[in-house]
């Protein structure tokens, strides 16, 4: 039994979407996922065991890269996938954020829904303020 199947299929998703298009099989997108740094490619095979449920554990590193390569996506998209499809985990990209938004949103993250109502509605203040659009006249 595939360890995916407890969970989401997404890297099987991305693979799947890939092979619906025209031209292209499981030989097409081996021939082109190639890794990159160390130059190895991902089997036809194992495409077809991954598109079937039929593998167990998470690929490696230099598989990963190899099926962003071929898949022509960003590395970070297909880490996504996997991560979510065996470890059910999903990521929220944050990276690109700067550090106050990062620590806000922590924050926010765990707390209850009404409490998030009202964070929300100070949020709206402030940057309303700092727009220059609040109507007060004081």
């Known amino acids: 039994m595939s360890e995916s199947s407890a969970g ?3 890297l099987t998703q991305m693979v799947r979407a890939a092979l ?5 099989s ?6 082109i996922a190639i890794d990159p740094q160390s130059g190895e490619g991902v089997g036809a095979t194992w495409l077809h065991k991954l598109v079937k449920g039929n593998v167990a554990r998470a690929p490696e590193a230099r598989v990963l890269r190899a099926l962003a390569a071929g898949l022509k996506l960003p590395l970070s998209e297909v880490q996504r996938a996997a991560a979510e499809q065996w470890l059910q985990y999903t990521s929220t990209e944050l990276s690109g954020l700067p550090e106050d938004v990062r620590v806000i949103l922590g924050h926010l993250e765990g707390m209850a829904p009404e409490d998030l109502s009202r964070a929300r509605a100070v949020i709206e203040a402030l940057t309303a303020g700092a727009n220059g659009s609040s109507s007060d006249a004081s």
Request: no cysteine.
């Open 8 to 10: 989401s299929d997404a």
């Open 20 to 24: 619906d298009r025209p031209g292209m």
């Open 26 to 31: 499981y030989q097409t997108l081996a021939a």
